[in-house]
């Protein structure tokens, strides 16, 4: 397929796009981290050499309560601090609203990759 051939498209259109979430206020509560679940925060994606995989801050339990764990292989974006700095989930970790999250839809492949 030629480049010319491509349609432009909405992010959303060529999956799942959502933000990531720390709904506790205040986010550095000490009672939300020390446990199992890897967090990644913006400045970790900034600094990620394509893929985040080595992590310093995790949550328990309770911060899982109040976040979302994400997939490896989804897309994070940062939207704020470190703005539209990119990088792609290794492993299963949270991130906080500050970051959106893309999960492409795999019926896609053909729009993003010139099949």
Same mark, same amino acid.
């Given at each position: 397929?030629?480049?010319? #051939? $491509?349609? %432009? !498209?909405?992010? &959303?259109?060529?999956?799942?796009?959502?933000?990531?979430?720390?709904? !506790?206020?205040?986010? &550095?509560? %000490?009672?939300? =981290?020390?446990?199992? =679940?890897?967090?990644? @925060?913006? *400045?970790?994606? /900034? #600094?990620?050499? +394509? =893929?985040? @995989?080595? =992590?310093? @801050?995790?949550? &328990?339990?309770? *911060?899982? #309560? @109040?976040?979302? +764990? $994400?997939?490896? *292989?989804? +897309?994070?974006?940062?939207?704020?601090? &470190?703005?539209?700095?990119?990088?792609? +989930?290794?492993?299963?970790?949270?991130? %906080?609203?500050?970051?959106? *999250?893309?999960? #492409?839809? %795999? /019926?896609?492949?053909?729009?993003?990759?010139?099949?």
């Amino acid at each position: 397929m030629s480049l010319e #051939a $491509w349609k %432009p !498209h909405k992010l &959303n259109e060529l999956g799942f796009v959502g933000r990531g979430k720390s709904k !506790h206020r205040p986010r &550095n509560e %000490p009672s939300l =981290y020390g446990g199992p =679940y890897p967090l990644f @925060q913006t *400045g970790d994606i /900034k #600094a990620a050499n +394509l =893929y985040l @995989q080595d =992590y310093n @801050q995790t949550y &328990n339990e309770k *911060g899982l #309560a @109040q976040s979302k +764990l $994400w997939e490896p *292989g989804t +897309l994070c974006i940062t939207i704020a601090a &470190n703005i539209a700095e990119t990088a792609i +989930l290794g492993i299963r970790a949270c991130f %906080p609203d500050s970051v959106v *999250g893309f999960i #492409a839809d %795999p /019926k896609m492949r053909c729009w993003i990759c010139w099949c």
